[in-house]
Nanobody, 127 residues
Framework: QVQLVESGGGSVQAGGSLRLSCTASGVPYRVYCMAWFRQSPGKELEGVARLSTASENIYYADSVKGRFAISRDNAENTLYLQMNRLQAEDTAVYYC????????????????????WGQGTQVTVSS
């Protein structure tokens, strides 16, 4: 059974940085798609960033392009999200997700395509 454990959330002032980590365990295959979603109060889940095992099929939401960077360490089964120049609008619960099929082939990450989710980590940016 796949398990995802996120860490690195917290509170920061606008303009600051945070780095989220997500470690996967129980993954039966070597090739899989991983992504970060976020959800703010009263809003729908938003795909923030995504990349494949070979760090291809990279996607960033327009709202984070140039500020966030997604990366992964396949040897450690760990996904990262480096978040720079954080804004109040980035305040949300951030979720790590993993898909063992074809989620990375889509143009835009959609929540329904990801079967495995972490528990979420809160990111709060104060202005």
């Amino acid at each position: 059974q796949v398990q995802l454990v996120e860490s690195g959330g917290g509170s920061v002032q606008a303009g600051g940085s945070l780095r989220l980590s997500c470690t996967a365990s129980g993954v039966p295959y070597r090739v899989y798609c991983m992504a970060w979603f976020r959800q703010s109060p009263g809003k729908e889940l938003e795909g923030v960033a995504r990349l494949s095992t070979a760090s291809e099929n990279i996607y960033y939401a327009d709202s984070v392009k140039g500020r966030f960077a997604i990366s992964r360490d396949n040897a450690e089964n760990t996904l990262y999200l480096q978040m720079n120049r954080l804004q109040a609008e980035d305040t949300a619960v951030y979720y790590c997700t993993l898909d063992l099929t074809g989620a990375c082939a889509t143009a835009t990450p959609t929540p329904d395509a990801y079967r495995n989710w972490g528990q979420g980590t809160q990111v709060t940016v104060s202005s």
